[in-house]
C-alpha cells in the first residue's frame, strides 16, 4: 500500500508521553474512530493523515496534532488500501469494484473509477495509481488525468502492491511480478507460494506469506531470507528501520529487524491490526476490530 518514493510529509507531532529507547516502541495516542466503522489502513497527505474504513463507507481526516478525526469522505463501500499523489487519495472500494479518488485540497470524492471485481490494494507511484483486482485476477494502472484503467496486467488471485526501486511489485496466486512504469513490462517473476501483503525498505522488497514474511532483493529478484511469524497476518511496513508486521488475530505486531532477519520483539496493538504505515517515522494502526487508530513511536 505505501510507495517508497512517495510524498514527503512534514507533520507537527505531538510530544509522546513516554520516550522510545531500551523498552521498545511507544505507544504515542490511541485516536477514537467511529465504533463498528472497521478502520483499515492510513495514508499521509497535506496536513493529515487519512484513514479508510472498510464498514462504514468513509474516509477519514485526523489532525496528528491534536488526535482527533476532524473530517468525514464518503466512498466506495469496503474501503482498505490507498496512496497518495497528484493531489489525491487514491482507495480501493473492494465491494464496490472501485477505486474512490479523493482531493486532498477539498477532501471531497472526486472520481469513483470502475476496475473490476475485489480490488485488494491500492497504492501511488512512477505517475499514477495502482491497484490489485482480486476477483478478475490483475494489477491495473491508473491514469489520473483520464481517472480511467490504462493498463491491465494479469496475475491470478491478485493482493498486495507497493511502489519502490523504480518499479511496482504486486502478489499474487503464483507469487510476485515486478513492473517497469516506464515500459509497463513485466520484468521478473518470483515465485513464492501464498504471497500476500507487501513492503518496501532502504534495500528489500517484504512479502508476507501464510507462514511468515520473506525478503526479497531488489538487485537481484531473488528471496534472500524468510522470517517465520505465525499467522494470519496482515499488511506490513517498514519503520524506523525495521519491519512492522501485523498479527491480526493475536492483536500483535511482530517487529523483524533486517539486520538479523529475526523478529525482535513483539508489541501489543489494536483489536485486528491489520494494516501498518509509516508516517513521519511513526507506525500508525488501525484497529480494524476496534474503534481506534493508534500511533507507536520505534
Given amino acids: 500500500m505505501r510507495c517508497a518514493a512517495g510524498l514527503v510529509l512534514v507533520l507537527a507531532l505531538v510530544a509522546a508521553a513516554t520516550a522510545s529507547g531500551a523498552d521498545g516502541p511507544a505507544l504515542v495516542a490511541k485516536i477514537r474512530v467511529p465504533a463498528t466503522s472497521q478502520p483499515c489502513a492510513a495514508a499521509a497527505a497535506g496536513r493529515f493523515v487519512w484513514v479508510s474504513t472498510f464498514a462504514s463507507s468513509s474516509l477519514l481526516r485526523i489532525d496528528p496534532r491534536r488526535n482527533v478525526v476532524v473530517g468525514r469522505t464518503p466512498i466506495g463501500s469496503g474501503a482498505c488500501g490507498l496512496g497518495a499523489g497528484a493531489g489525491s487519495l487514491w482507495i480501493e472500494d473492494t465491494s464496490s469494484a472501485t477505486v474512490s479518488r479523493v482531493s486532498i485540497r477539498s477532501a471531497k470524492r472526486v472520481a469513483a473509477i470502475d476496475v473490476g471485481s475485489l480490488p485488494y490494494d491500492a497504492t501511488f507511484g512512477f505517475g499514477a495509481a495502482w491497484a490489485t483486482v482480486h476477483g478478475d485476477g490483475s494489477l491495473v494502472r491508473i491514469d489520473p488525468r483520464r481517472n480511467r484503467v490504462v493498463k491491465r496486467f494479469p496475475l491470478p488471485q491478485a493482493i498486495g502492491v507497493v511502489a519502490a526501486f523504480g518499479s511496482v511489485w504486486a502478489t499474487g496466486s503464483n507469487g510476485v511480478v515486478r513492473v517497469d512504469p516506464a515500459t509497463n513490462a513485466i520484468v521478473a517473476h518470483i515465485p513464492l ?21 520473506s525478503r526479497i532483493d531488489p538487485t537481484t529478484n531473488t528471496i534472500t531470507a524468510t522470517i517465520a511469524i505465525p499467522g494470519p497476518l496482515g499488511d506490513p511496513a517498514v519503520v524506523g528501520g525495521a519491519v512492522w ?19 525482535t520483539r513483539t508489541v501489543k496493538a489494536g483489536a485486528g491490526p491489520f494494516v501498518v504505515t509509516e508516517v513521519a517515522g511513526e507506525a500508525w494502526v488501525p484497529s480494524w476490530h476496534g474503534a481506534d487508530v493508534r500511533r507507536f513511536r520505534p
Fill in 193 to 213: 507460494e501464498n504471497a500476500g501483503w507487501t513492503a518496501a525498505g532502504a534495500d528489500a522488497v517484504w512479502i508476507t506469506t501464510q507462514t511468515g514474511v
Fill in 245 to 263: 508486521v501485523p498479527r491480526v488475530a493475536a492483536n500483535r505486531m511482530a517487529i523483524v529487524d533486517p539486520a538479523t532477519n529475526a523478529v
